[in-house]
Structures are given as C-alpha cells and as structure tokens.
C-alpha cells in the first residue's frame, strides 16, 4: 500500500482510494481472487466452513455480486490481510493470510456490512 484517502477500511461503502506498490508479491491477491470466483459459485457453502464459521453471510453477499475491489492491503512478515470492497450489497470482506512453506494459504474469512 503506497496510499490511502477515504473512509476508515472497516467502513463498508465508504469512500476510498487506494494506491498499490506496483512491485508488491501479488501471490496472494491471486489466491484471494480464485478463492472470491470460487465463492460465488454453488460449492460457496462447502468452501467457506474451511475458513469460517460465518457462511451464511459470506455466501450471501458474495453469491449475488461481480465486482470486488481490492482496497487495503495489510502485511507482515508471516501474516498479511486483504479486504476487497463488494459495492453492490455494500460490504467488506476480509481475507486473512498465513505464510507456510508451499507460501500464502489463506486461513480467514469474513465479511463486514
């Protein structure tokens, strides 16, 4: 993250801009937007409780939606998070990472509206 303006990232539909560092590790947005895709589809239920004990709400607002925007970006040498704007049911779905040795596997999940 180089930059930030807008709205608190815990506030969903809050304004925002944000600005990435070009040269970031983008494995794990990679990750997140398969993960995101694979939610959306009917197996969402199934995939989720992996992660979550919140599926209902996760699956719900991700069921329905096309867009997720990427728009704070948090990390660390072992664990980063990511939160992606879903404008359309306004909410925040936060993604958490946990870096092993095959690199970053997801280990959260859970939505704010």
């Known amino acids: 993250m180089l930059f930030y303006y807008g709205a608190a990232v815990e506030v969903p539909n809050g304004r925002a801009i944000a600005v990435m560092n070009p040269f970031r590790d983008t494995a794990s947005e990679d990750t997140a937007g398969r993960l995101i895709r694979d939610l959306r589809t009917g197996n969402c239920e199934t995939i ?23 728009v704070w970006r948090q990390d660390s040498i072992l664990n980063r998070m990511l939160v992606y704007d879903i404008p359309e049911k306004h909410a925040r779905i936060w993604i958490g990472f946990a870096r092993e040795e095959g690199g970053w596997q997801v280990r959260s999940i859970s939505v704010v509206r």
């Open 48 to 70: 989720v409780k992996q992660f979550s004990y919140d599926g209902f709400r996760i699956c719900s607002v991700l069921q329905t939606t096309h867009g997720a925007r990427l």
